[in-house]
């Protein structure tokens, strides 16, 4: 025969543990939701050209997103400035975000974040410039335009 003996803490002593035991797991999964969430993916897809990266660290890896598009940039012609992507879409921004979805990117994530707008000169094509928004070295955006003011931004494909 066996006899355990079991020492019941008291019921306050108790009571705090749990507490702090739950302050504890519920502050673990909020720092997982919030890095799990942070993270910006480094592909995308769209029916056009399938799975593509979005790394844009370097002007080639820039480029080469450009290229995967179909178009012809020239490399000594980027421009970069600081954006910051508006915290609430008006509805420019929501027809500019339906325009990201046509290639697999939706900006609705990076509301109030700083982003930087790179724009390429473009050869050989109807349109005169590509421009990215680029987040933590990811495109989070990217769009063809002629450069004029007022006229309709393009998608990539």
């Given amino acids: ?5 079991v020492k019941i803490l008291p019921s306050k002593k108790l009571l705090v543990f749990l507490a702090a035991a739950s302050i504890v797991v519920s502050v673990v999964c909020v720092i997982c939701m919030i890095s ?16 593509y990266s979005l790394k844009a660290e370097t002007c080639n890896e820039q480029i080469n997103f450009l290229k995967g598009f179909g178009l012809s940039p020239v490399p000594e012609s980027a ?49 005169k410039y590509a421009v990215m928004l680029i987040y933590k070295n990811m495109v989070i955006g990217a769009h063809l335009t002629n450069g004029e003011y007022g006229q309709k931004n393009k998608p990539l494909k």
Avoid: W
């Fill in 1 to 5: 025969m066996f006899v355990y003996n």
């Fill in 36 to 51: 799990v969430h942070s993270q910006v993916p480094d592909t995308a897809t769209c029916d056009e050209i399938g799975t």
């Fill in 79 to 127: 421009e970069s400035r600081d954006i910051i992507i508006p915290s609430e879409f008006n509805p420019v921004y929501d027809e500019y975000n339906e325009l990201q979805k046509s290639i697999g990117l939706d900006l609705s994530r990076y509301k109030g974040k700083s982003a930087k707008m790179i724009t390429y000169e473009l050869k050989n094509s109807k349109e």
